[in-house]
């Protein structure tokens, strides 16, 4: 089975900390994604990931960065987090480009800023 | 531009009845439609997807959904619902651009 690892599943972080959210997929996929969970809105994407070192601004760019080092991991960044970036975040990956590859999530980051 | 719209924020339903999800969706091009779904503190799982041919798709856990594009639609039924059916239910659809867009989500709650 394909393994999507987020390796904190609750965080709470003052304003102004930076804040690292780490993705590991276990399938050797070559995309990778960073989405924002939040009541009535559903999933947005933040950033994506194509390839190593390659990314991509999602759909709400402002305010996180991402980092993708190596091709099972892709980590997201709140450089300096606010209180409306308290929220779920899920991470996910799919083997490659195109509709019939599935995209797979990880349990997701319950993120508290207080 | 692409939009999915679920027009049910909540959705009650007893135990053996049966449910239906409504999905509408906008695009100027053609779509992969998919229903996700994700019980509580989980990440999101693959219902069902339709991607051509037959309009009519059978998912995971007895649900189906039809495509009807001449009402851009992609409705997820399920004939009799279970507790364990209780869940956030999401549409979304990709372009073959790959890009996905999810829908706000319908949280089905299942009374005994």
């Known amino acids: 089975d394909v393994k999507v690892t987020q390796s904190s599943r609750y965080l709470v972080k003052r304003t102004g900390e930076k804040v690292f959210l780490e993705c590991v997929q276990d399938m050797d996929h070559e995309n990778m994604f960073w989405y924002r969970q939040d009541p009535g809105l559903g999933l947005r994407l933040i950033y994506f990931?194509?390839?190593?070192?390659?990314?991509e601004k999602g759909d709400i760019p402002e305010g996180y960065s991402v980092s993708r080092e190596k091709k099972e991991r892709f980590s997201l960044i709140l450089e300096s987090a606010s209180t409306n970036q308290t929220s779920m975040y899920l991470c996910?990956?799919?083997?490659?480009?195109?509709?019939?590859?599935?995209?797979?999530f990880g349990e997701g980051s319950w993120l508290t800023v207080v | 531009a692409q939009s999915v719209t679920q027009l049910d924020s909540q959705v009650p339903v007893f135990e053996e009845a049966p449910v239906e999800l409504r999905c509408n969706y906008s695009?100027?091009?053609?779509?992969?439609l998919f229903w996700y779904v994700q019980y509580p503190n989980q990440g999101l799982q693959l219902l069902l997807k339709?991607?051509?041919?037959?309009?009519l798709v059978k998912g995971i856990n007895g649900f189906e959904a039809e495509f009807n594009k001449s009402q851009t639609s992609f409705h997820l039924r399920k004939p009799s619902v279970h507790i364990s059916d209780t869940a956030e239910y999401f549409c979304?659809?990709?372009?073959?651009?790959?890009?996905?867009?999810f829908g706000p989500g319908t949280s089905l709650s299942v009374i005994p």
């Open positions: 695009s100027s091009v053609s779509v992969y």
């Open positions: 996910a990956s799919s083997p490659g480009t195109g509709p019939r590859n599935t995209i797979y």
């Open positions: 339709y991607l051509s041919g037959s309009t």
């Open positions: 979304a659809l990709k372009t073959s651009y790959d890009k996905v867009i």
């Open positions: 990931s194509y390839d190593v070192k390659m990314k």
